[in-house]
């Protein structure tokens, strides 16, 4: 079992937003954490994206939280953000200071793949990796150095569930239970 990502097997949400120009803007990522700089010192063509994500609907959160335990939710309530961009390059590896993990349901992927790194001596490993497709949804340990190749004339479109204090360990076990 990785300690970086579970394929889930949860239904997909195919009746909720997705476009930002209808959310409200969340968190715009444009400063480069020590990663991102090094993934781009290190890997050759490692371009580094901008982007943003943007508050889910509401009702789009409890259409996708209906289908997890009550235990987990107990514990905490997710929140709800959507990711939709596109370009060439990177969205850089990073470690998300906000979260501890996520619930992702993905939407046109397009062939993108995430991928999981070691950081030590200021080098970056490569660990472990996924290509999510249309339909597919993970829940990623976001406190791992984690980046997404992204292809230049195809959208990323992610539907997530947040959960800023219960550890990927934790959720991971409650979903498992479930399975």
């Known amino acids: 079992m990785s300690k970086y990502f579970k394929k889930l ?42 982007a943003t994500s943007y508050k889910a609907r509401p009702q789009d959160v409890i259409k996708a939280t209906r289908f997890l335990p009550r235990e987990l939710l107990r514990l905490e309530e997710p929140e709800g953000w959507v990711l939709s961009m596109q370009g060439d390059g990177y969205l850089p590896a990073h470690v998300d200071k906000d979260r501890e993990c996520t619930i992702n349901f993905y939407f046109d992927c397009n062939g993108q793949e995430s991928r999981f790194f070691d950081y030590q001596n200021r080098e970056l490993t490569v660990k472990d990796r996924f290509v999510a497709e249309h339909g597919d949804v993970y829940l990623l340990n976001v406190k791992e150095v984690h980046d997404v190749k992204l292809c230049p004339d195809s959208p990323r479109k992610v539907f997530g569930l947040t959960f800023k204090d219960t550890p990927y360990e934790t959720v991971l076990s409650l979903l498992s239970n479930r399975e």
């Open 9 to 50: 097997a949860l239904p997909q949400l195919w009746d909720v937003e997705l476009n930002p120009d209808n959310l409200e803007p969340l968190q715009t990522y444009d400063k480069f954490q020590k990663f991102g700089i090094t993934a781009v010192k290190q890997f050759e063509c490692y371009a580094l994206h901008v």
